[in-house]
């Protein structure tokens, strides 16, 4: 089978506009939280807060007249895969575009737009509905509008699989690579929802921190304070190339996409499975598919949610997959969502990068606001400060609503 190899990477996040700017800035464990600015988030919602993405301009990464066809999610997948092109220098001649596909998950697409037609529909009448309304609210146009940008004729599927969505992108993606049946695959994930509906949504769920007075210090992972997620927003686009294929024009290589593993809990369509039996699965078929020891894995950038129960049933399935190496505190692991928030659909992208990066610097972003930690999840989670450790292979966990698994390892690129 062929080698899958990452030789771009390109993020919008709440931590920052391009992928250097988000590592610097989770080195530095700062939080990418606040008031919600995007709309007039009143007392009647109980969570005010949210990690948005500041400072972006869309007309800086795609065309002008796009953006009127476009929900918000789209454009950051947008810029995020520029940036991934440029990073790569990444170039397709005529004849390669058939063997080039796009994987872009997405979890819940465009909700703004839908909230804006429904007010223009009550007021206004179905006559003023925008033709590009349905286009711009259905997850893969991210992958849609991508293909168009960039002449990508290969694939182009859009997972839409919760909070897993764009890790199963990236690990379907590096799949059709393996099977010599693409050679190139734009993967990624793009997420949009702080907006009344999403908000609304998930508090109504519970699954949100209420920490409004203090919104930095709200995502907690593992720590005993913690009350819920924070809702965040990005998008994160990976580049992948057969070996042979980046090989021959000289490309630069992050990291190695070794493994995939990917499995369903069966339980319950919010709350993971008690015996994280889903979890082990997933990650026990990702060190299976890499032919990778659990005792090899030097970080794990965990799924790490800040939720009460989500974040004991995954400590207790990292120790039940990786014994005494996870116990012994052998395995670092981190959650990258105490200071980007959950990007939802564009997780599992944003934090395949993270390990991409740790493995190319040999930086390990730390877990902040970890002050106090849940004694029922004992391992070590590289609290409140960066660390340095030379990687050789890392894991990223991915799971989301309806039970779903994904989990990705990724391996320094050797000859």
Known sequence: MERVVITGIGLITPNGIGTEATWQSLLKGESGAGPITQFEATDAYPTRFACEVKGYDPAEYMPKKKLKEVARFITFSMGATKLAFQDAALELAEAERDRAGCFIGVGLGGLENL????????????????????????????????????????????????????????????EWIRRGKADVMVAGGAEATITPIGIAGFSAM?????RNDDPTAASRPWDKGRDGFVCGEGAGTLILESLTRAKRRGAKIYAEITGFGASSDAYHITKPAPDGAGAIRSMRLALEDAQVSPESIGYMNAHGTSTPAGDIEESKAVEAVFGSHAVDHELWVSSTKSMMGHLLGAAGAVEAAVCAKAIETGAIPPTINLTDPDPECRLDYVPNQARERRLEHAMSNSFGFGGTNATLVLSRYKD
């Open 115 to 174: 909230e804006k037609v429904k007010m223009i529909l009550e007021t206004k009448g179905p006559g003023k509905v925008s033709p590009y309304f349905i286009p711009s609210l259905i997850g893969n146009l991210a992958a849609g509008q991508v293909s168009i940008e960039y002449g990508l004729r290969g694939p182009s599927f859009c997972h839409t699989t919760a909070c897993s969505s764009s890790a199963h992108s990236l690990g379907e993606a590096a």
């Open 206 to 210: 519970f699954a949100l921190s209420r």
